[in-house]
């Protein structure tokens, strides 16, 4: 659902896919793949100084080598 809302640029607000996304990760923190989308949601909305401290806040739980990587590219030209 919080990907979907990004892609359609509704990131802020209660209903938001960051507001979706931070309620995922707030039930299962541990979820690779809600941490990579709202990298991905924040670097397309290009908010690419939250979008690092989303990968540095994942980066510090030590996930698997493939999902970080996958976090990473999701930074996109924020990467860079």
Same mark, same amino acid.
């Given at each position: 659902?919080?990907?979907?809302?990004?892609?359609? +640029?509704?990131?802020?607000?209660?209903? +938001?896919?960051?507001?979706?996304?931070?309620?995922? !990760?707030?039930?299962?923190?541990?979820?690779?793949?809600?941490?990579?989308?709202?990298? +991905?949601?924040?670097?397309?909305?290009?908010?690419?100084?939250?979008?690092?401290e989303a990968l540095k806040?994942?980066?510090a739980k030590s996930p698997?080598?493939?999902? !970080?990587?996958q976090a990473k590219a999701?930074?996109?030209?924020?990467?860079?």
């Amino acid at each position: 659902m919080g990907a979907a809302l990004a892609k359609l +640029g509704r990131l802020d607000g209660p209903d +938001g896919a960051l507001a979706k996304l931070d309620k995922a !990760l707030s039930l299962k923190p541990e979820l690779a793949s809600a941490h990579i989308r709202k990298i +991905g949601a924040l670097a397309q909305a290009k908010q690419c100084k939250p979008a690092k401290e989303a990968l540095k806040a994942f980066t510090a739980k030590s996930p698997k080598p493939d999902a !970080l990587a996958q976090a990473k590219a999701a930074l996109g030209s924020c990467g860079k």
